[in-house]
């Protein structure tokens, strides 16, 4: 059964069968498939594939040079935004896991990035982010620890130059996010997150229902 959505002032908006379809609209690389294939054998969530593709168009639109993402995971992240950078940019990827990020470099090395495309950062993403320089980044994906997005988004900002763009995966996450009874940790951190973007005059923001919600939003210029 297709369960349709409505608002207060439209008539029906997409139904289940529309949002799987714009979902896999876009058909991914084989490196990114295989990542993302290695994420669930780690027993990790991967990105949905509309999330992968949107990855890649904001990156080309951008032309960006110089990436951070918070959260390496098996590396279908990293590839999704390196398969749109330009042809010298350096994706930075900050994570807890070496293990997972030794997967991520040979998936990156199997998919023939250069080692130079990317620079590879084993610790606490909080640690780790007040050390990269002020106003340096096309986009930052903030995709880590959920208990810490407010702080990821704060040092986003701070990391972004004019005109860059913030990435927040997992914005609605697991539909709990939209509903006002769920006060899970995560979930109310998640919302704290987004009440940030939306009250930031600097930030144009966009929620886009992809995977598990991504928000993305544009620093002023």
Aim: glycine content about 8%; overall charge negative; some cysteine.
């Amino acid at each position: 059964m297709h369960v349709t959505t409505r608002n207060n002032s439209a008539g029906p908006l997409l139904d289940s069968a529309s949002l799987s379809f714009a979902e896999d609209f876009t058909r991914l690389p084989d490196p990114v498939r295989q990542a993302r294939e290695d994420a669930l054998v780690a027993d990790l969530e991967p990105i949905s594939t509309g999330v992968a593709a949107a990855l890649t168009f904001l990156t080309k639109a951008l032309d960006a040079k110089a990436v951070v993402e918070i959260g390496t995971g098996t590396g279908a992240t990293g590839l999704a935004l390196l398969a749109g950078m330009d042809a010298d940019g350096v994706l930075t990827s900050l994570d807890t896991d070496a293990d997972w990020q030794l997967e991520a470099r040979e998936a990156f090395q199997r998919a023939g990035w250069a080692p130079r495309r990317t620079r590879l950062i084993t610790g606490a993403a909080l640690d780790v982010l007040p050390k990269l320089r002020d106003a340096a980044y096309d986009l930052v994906l903030i995709d880590g620890d959920k208990l810490e997005y407010v702080e990821y988004v704060a040092q986003a900002i701070r990391l972004l130059r004019p005109g860059g763009v913030l990435v927040l995966h997992d914005a609605l996450w697991r539909c709990m996010v939209a509903n006002p009874r769920n006060d899970d940790d995560e979930v109310v951190i998640i919302r704290e997150a987004l009440q940030v973007i939306q009250a930031n005059d600097n930030l144009t923001p966009l929620m886009i229902p992809l995977g598990d919600g991504l928000l993305v939003a544009v620093k002023a210029g």
